[in-house]
Nanobody, 125 residues
Framework: QVQLIESGGGLVQAGDSLRLSCAASGRTSGMEAMGWFRQAPGKEREFVAA????????YYADSVKGRFTISRDVPKKTNYLQMNSLNPEDTAIYYC??????????????????WGQGTQVTVSS
């Protein structure tokens, strides 16, 4: 089992920045990838960004490319999502996810076996 705790959400204005953190604990030795997804009211959960835990390769949704950066601190078992130039369309609950059987489909909800409880990000115009 892997436990994930997100932090760093909040209410900001358009153009502002936020940094989300996701700390992993438990059986993390088999962790192969970590990702961020978001879900806005009435919408499906969608992929935001992912990072391969060993190699550090990163992947982004087109909607956040150039604005968001995912990174990791392996000794701390934590990943970070730096979000810049936020706009109201980024408003959602952001979920951290971990994958121990990586198949390459980093953009799919079903790829990940472990999820955090979510953190709310609200961007006002």
């Amino acid at each position: 089992q892997v436990q994930l705790i997100e932090s760093g959400g909040g209410l900001v204005q358009a153009g502002d920045s936020l940094r989300l953190s996701c700390a992993a604990s438990g059986r993390t030795s088999g962790m192969e990838a970590m990702g961020w997804f978001r879900q806005a009211p009435g919408k499906e959960r969608e992929f935001v960004a992912a990072i391969l835990w060993r190699g550090g390769n990163t992947y982004y949704a087109d909607s956040v490319k150039g604005r968001f950066t995912i990174s990791r601190d392996v000794p701390k078992k934590t990943n970070y999502l730096q979000m810049n130039s936020l706009n109201p369309e980024d408003t959602a609950i952001y979920y951290c996810a971990a994958d121990v059987y990586y198949s390459g489909k980093y953009y799919l909800v079903g790829e990940y076996g472990y999820w955090g409880q979510g953190t709310q990000v609200t961007v006002s115009s």
